[in-house]
């Protein structure tokens, strides 16, 4: 999945100042940022080339603490985890692949936090956890895993070539 060809579509989205970057002393490949009402959100993105159960274990790390960072009382800040893999390896599928509030076994009772979304390369699917929470109206969260799911489409090759 080509970095840039993510970048512009999240422009054309609405997402603003994307580029490389930190967010909560992680590295990711490319940050956007954008508000809903009042509501501040990041999307963060991070390619990396396997995703086992210990990668998930780091990740699982890594979502808790800028979870945590992220809430407020009334008005945190919300993000989406994105994480776009060559490969998801068999032992990480159930754990991923959840659909529910309790992901990476968090709930989030004040407001902000946030959720992930995981594009596999290598069988084209996009594994997401839709955000519940009063504020976000599901809207942020669905147009990344559609794009993401546009983009993995875009690489399918052509028959006959």
């Known amino acids: 999945m080509e970095i840039s ?3 512009s579509r999240l422009i054309d989205l609405g997402w603003n100042t994307i580029r490389p970057g930190s967010y909560g002393g992680v590295p990711f490949d490319l940050i956007g940022s954008r508000r809903f009402t009042i509501i501040p959100w990041k999307v963060l993105i991070k390619r990396i080339p396997v995703l086992d159960r210990g990668v998930l274990h780091e990740w699982n790390e890594i979502f808790a603490k800028l979870s945590r960072a992220a809430k407020r009382w009334l008005v945190g800040e919300c993000f989406l985890l994105c994480i776009i893999t060559d490969e998801i390896s068999l032992d990480a599928i159930p754990e991923i692949a959840q659909d529910d ?3 990476f076994g968090l ?3 004040k407001g902000g936090g946030g959720r992930v ?3 596999s ?3 084209r699917q996009v594994y997401s956890q839709i955000p519940k929470l009063l504020y976000d109206l ?4 669905r147009e990344i895993t559609d794009l993401f799911r546009e983009a993995l489409l875009k690489e399918v090759p052509e028959s006959g070539a």
Do not use: K, Q
């Open 5 to 7: 060809y993510l970048e």
């Open 101 to 103: 509030e309790w992901f």
């Open 107 to 109: 709930f989030r009772p």
């Open 117 to 119: 979304i995981v594009a």
């Open 121 to 123: 390369c290598n069988s």
């Open 138 to 141: 599901n809207r942020f969260s």
